[in-house]
C-alpha cells in the first residue's frame, strides 16, 4: 500500500492552533515533532543519557513540525486537495502560526519499517563473534554467528560501547558461566555470551520491549528457556528481582549510562558469586574519570579499560 506522509512546519506556540486546523478537516492521527518536547525529554532524562549528537540538535533546533498520513489513492488526494485549499486561508488567519509550509512524502507501508535495514551489513567483532542480520547471508567461517533483528527500538552491535562489551565478554567467557545482562535491549551480549561458551543467561530491561526483541534474537541463534531467561524490571526498585538474581552470576555487564552504572556500582555484588566480575560500558569520555572514580569508591579494582571513539569500558572485581 502507498502513502502520503504530509508535513506541516509552524512554531511552538503555533502547535495548537494547528492541530485544531486539522482536526477540523477531519485529521486527528498526528505525529508531533516539536523542538520544547525535545528539549523538555533532555532536561528530565538527564540519568539515561550522557551524549546528543550535535546534527540531532541542530536538526530540532527551533522546529515544530506536524505530520500525518493519508492513503495514496483517490480519496486521499482529494483530503490532501482540501487541507492545501484550507491552510492557504489559514496562513492569512493566523500568522502567529508562522509558515504553515506544507511538504509531502509518499511512501511505500514496507518502507517505514525497512530502509533503515540497507545500511545494517555483517560486521565482525574481536576476534570470535560475526553479527548477522537475520535478513542478511554471510558464511562466518571459524568466527561465532550472532544472528540479530533489534527491531526499531533496540541498537544494532555497530556501536562503540556495545562492540567494547562484545571484545571483553570473547576474554572473559571460558565456558561454563553464568551472566547477567542489565539493560539488555536486544539481548546481543547475554545472546553473545552463550554462543561463545556460557552456561546460563538473565537478561534485564525496564523497557517491557526487550521481551519480545530478546527472545526472538534467542530463537534466532537457537536457544531456548533452559539456559536463557528474560525479565522486565529495575534492579535498584525491585526487591523480588533483585532477591531472584542474588549471589548467581559470575559476570554482570550493564551497557547504559554513565549515572546509572553509578548507582548500579555500590548494588551489583551481591549478584555476583566470590570472585565474580562486572563489566560496564556506555561511559562518554568525558565522564570516564568520575564513573572510574565512583568504581573505586563502591570496593571495585578495576582490572582492565578499554576505549573507542571516545566511549570507555571497565572490568571490575
Not at 262 to 285: E, Q, T
Request: with cysteine.
Amino acid at each position: 500500500m502507498k502513502w502520503l506522509e504530509v508535513h506541516i512546519d509552524t512554531h511552538h506556540a503555533g502547535l495548537e492552533t494547528v492541530e485544531a486546523f486539522l482536526s477540523a478537516q477531519g485529521i486527528d492521527n498526528l505525529v508531533i515533532d516539536d523542538e520544547g518536547e525535545f528539549q523538555d525529554f533532555l532536561e528530565n532524562n538527564r540519568q539515561y543519557w550522557d551524549y546528543v549528537d550535535e546534527e540531532l540538535l541542530q536538526r530540532e533546533r527551533g522546529r515544530s513540525r506536524i505530520s500525518f498520513y493519508l492513503e495514496a489513492n483517490e480519496a486521499g488526494f482529494a483530503q490532501l486537495g482540501q487541507v492545501r485549499i484550507a491552510l492557504s486561508e489559514f496562513r492569512k488567519a493566523h500568522p502567529e502560526c508562522g509558515s504553515c509550509l506544507l511538504t509531502l512524502d509518499d511512501l511505500d507501508n514496507a518502507d517505514w519499517e525497512n530502509n533503515w535495514k540497507q545500511y545494517y551489513k555483517p560486521l565482525a567483532i574481536g576476534e570470535r563473534l560475526l553479527v548477522i542480520p537475520e535478513w542478511e547471508q554471510a558464511d562466518p567461517g571459524e568466527r561465532v554467528s550472532l544472528i540479530l533483528n533489534p527491531g526499531l527500538t533496540f541498537g544494532t552491535g555497530g556501536h562503540a560501547t556495545t562492540q567494547l562489551c562484545l571484545t571483553a565478554l570473547e576474554r572473559e567467557i571460558h565456558g561454563g558461566e553464568t551472566l547477567l545482562d542489565l539493560g539488555c535491549g536486544s539481548g546481543i551480549l547475554s545472546i553473545a555470551g552463550l554462543k561463545l561458551g556460557a552456561k546460563r543467561a538473565v537478561a534485564v530491561d525496564i523497557d517491557d520491549k526487550c521481551l519480545d526483541v530478546a527472545w526472538e534474537n534467542a530463537g534466532l541463534n537457537g536457544i531456548d528457556r533452559t539456559s536463557y531467561d528474560v525479565r522486565v524490571g529495575d534492579v535498584l526498585s525491585d526487591p523480588a528481582l533483585t532477591a531472584d538474581l542474588e549471589g548467581q552470576c559470575d559476570l554482570v555487564v550493564a551497557n547504559i549510562v554513565a549515572d546509572v552504572i553509578l548507582a548500579l556500582a555500590p548494588n551489583v555484588r551481591r549478584f555476583l558469586k566470590p570472585g565474580g566480575k562486572f563489566l560496564c560500558s556506555g561511559i562518554i569520555d568525558d565522564r570516564a574519570e568520575e564513573v572510574a572514580g565512583g568504581l573505586r569508591q563502591a570496593g571495585w579494582a578495576i582490572l582492565s579499560s578499554a576505549d573507542e571513539a571516545g566511549w570507555f569500558s571497565y572490568l571490575c572485581q
